[in-house]
């Protein structure tokens, strides 16, 4: 479906989405933005990459272009998890409105008091719509100069992630400022039970729309290594021995590793960087700037901070430690063979994470190719998920020849 089928979308939001060669509706976009024209509460769940900030952003413009909301008053919150993700919202919010009389405002913690005053000014005169993280809206609701009590529209983006941060209270917190009378939307990249409670307890009889989880593409590369946790630096090394990537990220699934990660690729002598919640909002921002100028070849990151991460050509993705779902896993090799590059996927399988692995590969319906671990690192685990599940795990020179030992899961399921 293209966007100027959408009947109820006017002329203003239409000539944005022209100006920004947007033209075909995605699956999300599609199912959701005439529910949100009719008014309706919604929960979606679709994961990132599928063009659900355009799917409220467009809805919600649409409105609001065509007047009927008070002047100088919040119309708007849309919450955010994390400082990258309300960026990249702003951004496109900038982009959408072009032509419209609609004012933003983005609200995120790690910046200096200049940009604090900044939001407090948006904040006190009542731009049309606001971008916030769940802690600094907090902080300036609580210094008692803002207004929640006209907004219309309240939308929670990335839901999942926020209740995974521990938010639950903070977002509560946040609906005792807003009127009863508002259309609410969550979007979600799963639906577990905090998620279901969540909705149940701030939507008003939703509409639902669920997109299966899309795989990744076809043009992603995709292998794996088994190997012992203790290994896992030496296979970088291995890797990058002769030729370091032009663009490649790791992730890794705590601070502590991606500190441990960069430093020892920084004393391979090369140029990386490292994306995790010890740094300032200041440092992040320099470090992603050096890596899309190319100054930074490597950049090493936890999941969290990376969701912001929108860069076409990046070679290479590394799972430092198994992702803990599905969603994850999709979500960090899809920064890869973007805009009809190639890409290549390695993941690092410790014997404790083998089970999890397992999964990924059930969910995706085929084995991913196991690379014989680097004989110099010596012997590998063999590949026996039932095995570390039972506390196992298998011994023996599993990781050489045969793509990593006998594998004993990963079959396609019918």
């Known amino acids: 479906m293209k966007f100027s089928d ?20 995605t699956p999300i976009q599609e199912q959701a933005i005439p ?29 609001l272009s065509e007047g009927g909301y008070p002047e100088e008053a919040i119309n708007c919150v849309i919450m955010a998890p994390t400082r990258e993700l309300a960026q990249q919202i702003d951004q496109q919010m900038e982009g959408f409105s072009y032509f419209m009389p609609v004012s933003s405002v983005a609200v995120y913690g790690g910046n200096d008091g200049i940009q604090f005053e900044q939001q407090k000014k948006g904040l006190t005169l009542g731009a049309d719509v606001v971008i916030a993280t769940p802690g600094r809206l907090i902080a300036h609701l609580s210094l008692g100069y803002v207004d929640l009590s ?111 990660v960069a430093k020892a690729l920084k004393q391979l002598k090369m140029n990386v960087g490292e994306m995790h919640s010890d740094l300032e909002q200041a440092q992040r921002e320099e470090v992603m700037y050096k890596f899309k100028a190319g100054h930074v070849n490597i950049l090493v990151a936890t999941d969290i901070v990376a969701r912001g991460i929108d860069i076409d050509d990046i070679r290479l993705v590394i799972n430092y430690d198994v992702p803990h779902d599905n969603e994850d896993y999709v979500h960090r090799i899809g920064r890869t063979a973007r805009a009809n590059n190639d890409g290549v996927a390695i993941t690092f399988v410790s014997e ?32 026996a998920p039932a095995a570390s599940r039972r506390g196992g795990g298998g011994g023996g020179r599993g990781g050489h020849g045969k793509g990593g030992g006998r594998r004993k899961s990963g079959r396609k399921r019918s």
């Open 352 to 383: 404790k994470e083998q089970t999890k692995f397992q999964g990924i590969e059930r969910f995706l319906g085929k084995d991913i190719y196991k690379i014989p671990v680097p004989a110099e690192l010596g012997e590998a685990p063999e590949y």
């Open 35 to 63: 529910l949100m024209l009719e008014g309706k509460d919604l929960i979606a769940v679709a994961q990132t990459g599928t063009g659900k900030t355009a799917a409220y952003l467009l809805p919600v413009l649409n409105k």
């Open 150 to 260: 006209r907004v219309s529209f309240f939308i929670l983006d990335e839901a999942d992630r926020m209740l995974d941060m521990g938010f639950y209270d903070d977002i509560m917190q946040i609906v005792k400022h807003l009127p009863a009378e508002r259309q609410t939307v969550m979007f979600s990249a799963t639906m577990p039970a905090k998620i279901q409670q969540l909705a149940k307890n701030i939507l008003h009889d939703p509409a639902e729309v669920k997109l299966a989880v899309s795989r990744p593409a076809d043009k992603i590369i995709q292998a794996a290594y088994v190997c012992y946790e203790n290994q896992k630096l030496g296979i970088i090394r291995s890797l990058f021995a002769e030729q370091t990537p032009e663009r490649a990220i790791i992730f890794a699934s705590s601070k502590l590793k991606v500190k441990e």
């Open 6 to 25: 959408i009947e109820e979308l006017n002329d203003q939001v239409l000539d944005a989405l022209d100006a920004m060669h947007f033209e075909e509706c």
